[in-house]
């Protein structure tokens, strides 16, 4: 049965004329399954980070969006992201994160995988003592490969397989941030750390794209990076975001600082940009750190955000890593009851997806555009009609 069509025409409409996306679109079971499949199985949706497998053979299984999958990094010292099935039956492969000393074994019949995904052992599967039989053909059963990318560390996943290559869909960024394609230290347990929201993950999307918010939401951080600050970053079709030309480094008591990314333009002594990479990933860049958050959906009103933050060096002070993490955690939790009041409000039935500030809002309005742009392929499609 396909989903409820929802009306997406006052979505595309320009700025001044446009309504936000249906209230259906937050907490509607239907609607969720098809912006699973359009907007974040058909795109390059973030998945985790390279950090989560430092080591080769390290392992780690992750649900996306009801899929089972794990990230390995290989005997060549790739990351890669398989489904984590065993063609055999469908046993799930790795339960807990753990460093692959051999094979990935499968615990029910144990036939064996190497860390590329090759089956590499069929025990007992002609018969007792018999590891081959003719109509099992291990070059044809290797373990299902999803599609990825590394860029900023974060694993990008094209479940589909239909989207552009990741260079050429955000060649406009890669290109705008090409100064910090340099290697990112990741802070260690300290520079990780999850929130549970109860949102939609377009919620956290749309708040983090605009600055408007910035003097009720964040007065401590409006104190010094105020709104006239900041000013938009808007590539239709491709990703939104704020950046303010006020960034102040966080220093101890002694006055120390993190050390700069080498190589960077005068721009960023004091600008700093905080963008979402459509659909799930948002990113912050800074002179001394950056991050990722990744928004993994658990339904039409659960959202986990996935911090991970980055440092120019991998020996940097641990107790200012630490009171960097406590400090964006501190504004990141302040936008919790704002996304998760809005969400509430998505259930009052005469809202009719809000209007936009023409001045304020063009970052989340170019994010609703998007993903109506992505329903309306979808469902234009001939197998969305089926």
């Avoid at 010094?224 to 030309?245: C, K, M, N, V």
Wanted: with cysteine; aromatic share 10%; hydrophobic share 40%.
């Amino acid at each position: 049965m396909s989903a409820p069509s929802t009306d997406l025409s006052g979505v595309r409409q320009p700025i001044a004329q446009a309504n936000g996306l249906p209230n259906a679109h937050y907490i509607d079971q239907a609607v969720f399954a098809e912006e699973r499949e359009a907007v974040l199985f058909d795109n390059w949706a973030g998945l985790g980070v390279a950090a989560d497998v430092p080591e080769v053979g390290d392992a780690v299984p992750m649900t996306f969006l009801g899929m089972p999958l794990f990230i390995v990094r290989d005997r060549e010292d790739n990351v890669r992201v398989f489904q984590n099935t065993c063609r055999h039956r469908g046993m799930i492969l790795i339960e807990e994160p753990r460093r692959i000393e051999g094979a990935i074994r499968c615990p029910y019949h144990s036939w064996c995988y190497a860390t590329d995904g090759r089956l590499v052992s069929t025990p007992h599967v002609g018969g007792p003592g018999q590891n081959t039989h003719e109509g099992i053909d291990r070059a044809l059963l290797g373990l299902v490969e999803i599609r990825s990318h590394i860029w900023m560390d974060v694993i990008y996943i094209n479940v589909s397989g239909t989207a552009l290559p990741f260079e050429e869909a955000h060649a406009d960024l890669m290109a705008r941030w090409a100064e910090f394609d340099k290697p990112l230290h990741h802070g260690g347990p300290e520079s990780k750390f999850t929130l549970d929201v109860a949102c939609n993950w377009k919620l956290a999307v749309e708040n983090y794209c605009e600055s408007y918010h910035l003097p009720w939401i964040h007065p401590g951080l409006n104190s010094y990076s105020r709104l006239e600050d900041h000013y938009h970053i808007e590539a239709p079709l491709s990703y939104s975001g704020q950046g303010t030309l006020v960034y102040r480094q966080l220093t101890d008591e002694d006055g120390r600082v993190f050390p700069d990314f080498d190589g960077l333009s005068d721009k960023w002594d004091t600008a700093a940009e905080y963008i979402t990479v459509f659909p799930n990933v948002l990113l912050g860049v800074h002179r001394d750190h950056a991050y990722s958050i990744i928004l993994v959906p658990q339904g039409t009103e659960r959202t986990l955000e996935n911090i991970n933050i980055y440092y120019p060096s991998p020996d940097t002070d641990k107790a200012l890593r630490a009171r960097n993490a406590r400090q964006w955690k501190d504004v990141f939790v302040e936008d919790v009851f704002v996304v998760e009041g809005m969400q509430r409000g998505r259930h009052a039935p005469t809202f009719d997806g809000g209007r936009f500030s023409p001045a304020m809002d063009g970052p989340t309005h170019l994010f609703h555009d998007w993903v109506a742009a992505q329903m309306e392929r979808a469902r234009a499609t001939p197998h969305a009609a089926e």
